[in-house]
């Protein structure tokens, strides 16, 4: 493994200023043993958010970097994006998610100093794998090709920006039209899209759906089959045999994967409640779920993590669990330092009550579904405020996300 000197030249720089004590909420977690370290990240909506003091460190790092001199413009979301874009980069740090706080009134993350040792064994092997399988849909765009793109599709989608926090709704979106017809031994799509728009409703129609078997990564699948896909563990399809090739179908990674024999014992059980699933599609108006399973069904994601209550998905109920017009009000705001990056991922918890990614490695099964055209913008956005090019990807995990492959 080639180990990043950028990396190194942060480490030293980070670890200079935690010992410096110059910056309030920068210090080490486990002092005397300095393996982890505690960072601020407050974010800059808060009402009693200070410049000076929650954005000190990245501000720090912006100069050291040369992207900041005292006289330019301010720019706190970008300072604070560039920090973590790097110790996301570098193969010296790891988030500890279960340490980081985030939720109370002077929030923090977490980190640990990854051993060289440890470096040198494939640490992020899995999260490497990923990527490569998603780097067919990598895109490019400037800046100014970015912003007309993200115009262009939220006033196709019938909205336009709004001034409002992206948190104010509840996770209780509804869909429109309901998308698949169900009966006691079909389930078939009744809504094929004819219209001109149909390509351009193709390239929202992909789906990076992602397997978590208590808290460890099962693998990867990017959907592609523009009506949508079935998720079950069952290895034949039960759709009519004249629907059987319009819904991709796929499969709960094996149970065997799982080393622990209680816990695989417990999931082939929570198996027989699943033997239906769950099917899902995404186009341009967000992602939409219909549960068939006998299994409780819980969700997270954009909106839904600041609802009072779990979500749950009701049996045979069409379900919208993603809302792309948001998702671009939300970037929009990102992008103008007035809110945190927004996260194109949506956590599916099957059996297990789930309020929130916090608890996500504690669960049974975990699935992450993507909106792979979202993604990409985000990524176009990180990648031109970040000092490198490389894409991040779902797994990588923002701000409300947990689960480390």
């Not at 809504?191 to 149909?198: A, E, I, N």
């Not at 099964?365 to 990524?379: H, K, M, P, S, W």
Request: charged letters at 25%; glycine letters at 4%.
């Amino acid at each position: 493994m080639t180990l990043n000197s950028g990396g190194r030249r942060l480490k030293q720089w980070l670890v200079e200023q935690i010992n410096s004590n110059q910056y309030s909420g920068l210090q080490w977690e486990d002092d005397p043993h300095r393996t982890m370290f505690r960072i601020p990240w407050k974010h800059a909506g808060k009402q009693d958010y200070n410049q000076e003091v929650d954005a000190s460190i990245f501000k720090a790092w912006a100069v050291f970097k040369g992207k900041f001199k005292e006289g330019d413009k301010a720019e706190p979301a970008t300072w604070k994006t560039r920090l973590r874009c790097a110790l996301n980069k570098s193969p010296d740090f790891e988030e500890v998610t279960d340490r980081s706080q985030l939720d109370i009134s002077e929030p923090y993350k977490v980190y640990r100093i990854v051993p060289e040792e440890e470096q040198k064994t494939g640490k992020g092997a899995a999260s490497s794998m990923s990527m490569n399988s998603q780097s067919d849909v990598d895109m490019d765009c400037s800046p100014a090709e970015l912003e007309e793109l993200i115009k262009d599709v939220s006033q196709s989608s019938g909205d336009e920006y709004t001034s409002h926090s992206p948190q104010d709704d509840t996770c209780n979106m509804q869909p429109t039209q309901e998308f698949w017809h169900h009966d006691s031994h079909n389930v078939v799509p009744v809504h094929p899209d004819p219209s001109p728009l149909g390509s351009f409703n193709y390239a929202f129609s992909q789906m990076l759906i992602s397997f978590y078997y208590a808290g460890t990564s099962m693998g990867s699948i990017v959907t592609t089959y523009p009506e949508g896909c079935r998720i079950s563990p069952a290895s034949s399809l039960i759709y009519s045999s004249s629907m059987a090739d319009s819904l991709q179908h796929v499969r709960f990674p094996a149970i065997e994967q799982i080393e622990n024999e209680r816990q695989r014992q417990v999931t082939r059980k929570l198996f027989q409640h699943l033997e239906r699933g769950v099917l899902l599609r995404a186009n341009r108006e967000g992602i939409f779920i219909k549960r068939l399973c006998q299994s409780r069904v819980f969700w997270s994601g954009l909106g839904a993590h600041y609802s009072p209550g779990p979500c749950k998905v009701e049996r045979d109920a069409v379900v919208k669990i993603f809302d792309t017009s948001r998702f671009f009000q939300a970037l929009q705001l990102y992008q103008e330092g007035q809110y945190p990056a927004p996260d194109p991922t949506v956590t599916l918890c099957f059996g297990e009550e789930f309020h929130d990614i916090s608890t996500a490695k504690s669960k049974l099964i975990i699935v992450q579904i993507t909106a792979v055209n979202c993604q990409q913008l985000l990524d176009a956005v990180m990648n031109d405020m970040c000092t490198y090019s490389v894409p991040q990807h779902p797994a990588c995990f923002r701000d409300n996300l947990a689960i480390t492959a």
